[in-house]
Nanobody
Framework: QVQLAESGGGLAQPGGSLRLSCAASGFTFSRYGMSWARQAPGKGLEWVSGIYSDGSVKYDADSVKGRFTISRDNAKNTLYLEMNSLKPEEAEVYYC?????????????GGRGTQATVSS
């Protein structure tokens, strides 16, 4: 079965950095686009970044452009999100998602999430 396990969350200061990882299993990782999304308490899920199956194309939400970088290592079945210049309002749970086959960045599987805390 598909499993997505996020890690790397934790505490960062405003303006600081965190690097998230997502270990994927149960499917052929290199054949699927992947994305990251986040959710703040009491709010809806917000798509953050997406990457094509071969890593050749990446898209970012306007809110994170120039600060977050999505990448993947298909040999390791791992997705990454490098987050720089973090803002306090970005203290959210970050989810790794496997892109489904319906077009766009819609997902069919997601992980349990990892908490990023941004505070001084």
């Amino acid at each position: 079965q598909v499993q997505l396990a996020e890690s790397g969350g934790g505490l960062a200061q405003p303006g600081g950095s965190l690097r998230l990882s997502c270990a994927a299993s149960g499917f052929t990782f290199s054949r699927y686009g992947m994305s990251w999304a986040r959710q703040a308490p009491g709010k809806g899920l917000e798509w953050v970044s997406g990457i094509y199956s071969d890593g050749s194309v990446k898209y970012d939400a306007d809110s994170v452009k120039g600060r977050f970088t999505i990448s993947r290592d298909n040999a390791k079945n791992t997705l990454y999100l490098e987050m720089n210049s973090l803002k306090p309002e970005e203290a959210e749970v970050y989810y790794c998602e496997k892109v489904g086959g319906g077009g766009g960045w819609g997902y069919d599987y997601g992980g349990r999430g990892t908490q990023a805390t941004v505070s001084s």
